[in-house]
């Protein structure tokens, strides 16, 4: 509730009067999110300016990079601390989740920050190049609307929800196929599906 632009009256605020109401504690009751611990030397390089070296974990690639970043601003979305950055090993901007950052090193370079256009309320913004996938979903999987960029969703007579999308990495769409499991019917590209199937069958093979 105390980042800028929260909604004082919305369903965070409402919970907490739901807790607090049992509990005869109208004001006694404090919800503390511990901050990732490169947060403030994040804040102070977008404050000064200063370009920052991370080490990064890629949950997507499940891998550790390091590079250099020119932090532009940062922010909370969807429950997690990101930095909005200029990244120079991808020539790109790109958002990082800061509880991502395994180690940070603040330098001495400084930088320009360019006129930035509202940040979107999403990890992701899809690229032109990133491929697109199609998947019918069931209706218990409404949430991966609300999750994902999604381009466009089609109901189907079957009560499905025919969506499209683009994905960052396959192993993205191979975490998502598995999550959803019998809720996702038809998968398009066939290269796509084929891949999930030889993921799963990867960890079956460890069981």
Request: aromatic share 6%; glycine share 4%; net charge negative.
């Amino acid at each position: 509730l105390e980042v800028p632009g929260s909604d004082p009256e919305g369903p965070l605020a409402t919970a907490l009067e739901k807790l607090a109401a049992p509990l005869d504690a109208q004001d006694a009751v404090h919800v503390d999110v511990e901050a990732p611990d490169a947060l403030r030397v994040l804040q102070d390089a977008v404050r000064e300016r200063r370009a920052v070296a991370i080490e990064y974990y890629s949950y997507h690639r499940n891998a550790v990079s390091g590079r250099v970043i020119e932090p532009w601003s940062v922010s909370s979305l969807l429950g997690h601390w990101y930095v909005r950055a200029y990244c120079r090993q991808s020539e790109e901007e790109r958002l990082f989740r800061i509880d991502r950052v395994q180690h940070l090193e603040l330098l001495d370079e400084t930088f320009a920050v360019p006129d930035l256009e509202p940040s979107a309320a999403t990890v992701y913004r899809p690229g032109d190049q990133d491929p697109r996938v199609t998947l019918d979903l069931d209706p218990t999987a409404a949430w991966v609307m609300d999750t994902y960029p999604i381009e466009s969703a089609e109901e189907l007579p079957t009560g499905r929800t025919r969506v499209a999308m683009a994905i960052s990495t396959p192993e993205f769409l191979d975490r998502l196929l598995l999550r959803l499991g019998s809720a996702v019917r038809g998968v398009a590209p066939a290269e796509a599906q084929q891949h999930a199937r030889a993921t799963a069958e990867r960890i079956l093979a460890r069981y």
